[in-house]
């Protein structure tokens, strides 16, 4: 398996509503999107929803999403199912952190998605943590179905409110496979 750095961008000064990954190209086997996020939100808990990352891809706001999600905050668990939401808010979250976390603590996230190109339905991992200097901090692992067309855009933003704070930065990585006879990586 060969990483690929397909794009990075880094939030400048004045923050951003969203990041936005336009024209991915369709020369991968498989995606990798890394996040170090944090949020300007006001909410005063590291776990407060408002501060959750949402991913859209290519547009899709509809009910093209079923995922499993289990989530921890180290003394307590919960596992979620989600097969037809009404929206996408509740199908693939992951964590970043707001101004409740301790200070100049970015989230950790990685989302991967295998065979992105196919126009079949694509699984989604995300493995997400919360980064917070206190007994609690919050860990999200989901594995996910996106039911759409060949992936061509991917879109992180808040599911309530607030913006990514300067240097909050994702990468997207291009994955080729590995030897395997047919396929050789150089």
Known sequence: ????????IEVGSGGAASIEFTSIPQTYADLLLVISGRADS?????????????????????TNYSSRRL????????????????SIDELNRAYTNGSGATANTFAS??????????????????????????????MNLLAGLWDGAALNTIEVYHLIS?????????SLYGVTAGNDGTTTVS
């Open 42 to 62: 006001a909410f005063s808990s590291p776990d407060d929803m408002a501060n959750d990352l949402l991913f859209r891809f290519n547009s899709d706001a509809g």
């Open 109 to 138: 996230t990685q989302l991967y998605i295998p065979n992105y190109t196919s126009s079949s339905a694509k699984s989604i991992s995300i493995e997400s943590v919360n980064e917070h200097n206190a007994t609690t901090a919050y």
């Open 162 to 170: 607030g913006n990514f704070v300067q240097y909050s930065s994702a």
């Open 71 to 86: 989530a921890g905050n180290g003394s307590t668990a919960n596992s979620t199912a989600f097969n037809t939401a009404p």
């Open 1 to 8: 398996m060969k990483k690929t750095l397909i794009e990075r």
